[in-house]
């Protein structure tokens, strides 16, 4: 089970070029810099740590694994523990189960047609078995993947895990980050009642979550110890999504339209579970060179639980600008050519109002510490 972020020595990033690793089922092996590198024909990019996650702070090069392209899957020489491409433990051909989670990862990102690995950032697998507590809404899981209870401080690691309904990649650029930053609306409450404030919170990178297609990413949260006699503890947690991006292209009926026109339109700008709507468009002006200025009203129409904070709209995207405050509506001002369709991109932000609540007995972990 991963108890903390491993971080090496400051090593550069290694960088490498797309163009050099193409989608493939089998992995490159980077030699130099002592990684495997997994590009899935599905196009899913990897940066495997080459030992077998049971022994990266263990024995080491006893147990690097190989690939074994006869069966298209990582074996482990010490156990015989095996993974798919996408460093997925393979239950079926595993019976030791001596790692007992997936392969774990260099941080990784695609920026300018480069492959840039951050090997000072080590993101450890998936377990196979994680503690059964976990709460879920529109599209986002939180999973207590290791909690500790002791006289001296209180430990809970999650694993959220982002649906791909919301579209987030990890290898974008910039990276989307929104996960790494779960807040404490009311900190730990014990079972009589009593708040245990947070003293660290912690995120590792984001990356591809290969059971589910979608973006997750390992939080790492400290409180002070709770109180001896306490026996259940609710953990409160909140997630934003930010930096969400979309390009869409707005339909415009240029034959029928001129200068000054105004018209309702029902256009929306979907993003994941949340929504804002384009309810009507003004031709404002020509400009000298010719392109036609458009103002956009638009509303926010998201589920009463998701608040959308922030939102952009251009013709370009308009990162690293901040995404303009959105309380429930905005209006926005693009120059477009006529007679050609209207291509955008959005930016957006939002909170998911309803907190995450992670149930835990800690009866059995205070007991064990007593003894």
Sequence with gaps: MPTAPVVSHMLPASRLEVNAYPPSDQPYWIEPDDFWLVHTPEGQLFAFVPVSPEYVTGIGNACRYT?????????????????ELNGTLNLAHSSELWSNRD????????????IFVQRQYQIPGMPVEPMPINTAQYGV?????????????????TWVLVDPIWDMDASDSPPQLALTNALFPDSLIDDQGRVTAPSRR?????????HAGGLRALLYHQWEAVAPDARVVTATLTVDLSALHREITLPVNWDSLEEGDVWAADFPLEIGHAAAQIQQIEWRQTTADGRVVLRMAVTDESPEDIRLYCLHLEVEDPWPRECPNFNGEGSYTVAVPPGEPVNLHLRASLELLTPFQLVIDVAPFLEESER
């Design 67 to 83: 690939w074994e392209a006869a069966n298209g899957r990582f074996i482990d020489p010490c156990s015989g523990d095996e993974w």
């Design 103 to 114: 392969l774990d990862q260099y941080w990784l990102q695609v920026q300018e047609d480069g």
């Design 141 to 157: 899981t939180i999973t207590v993947a290791l909690a500790t209870f002791t006289p001296l401080t209180t430990t809970i690691d």
């Design 202 to 210: 912690e995120g590792a990178g984001s990356v591809p979550g290969p």
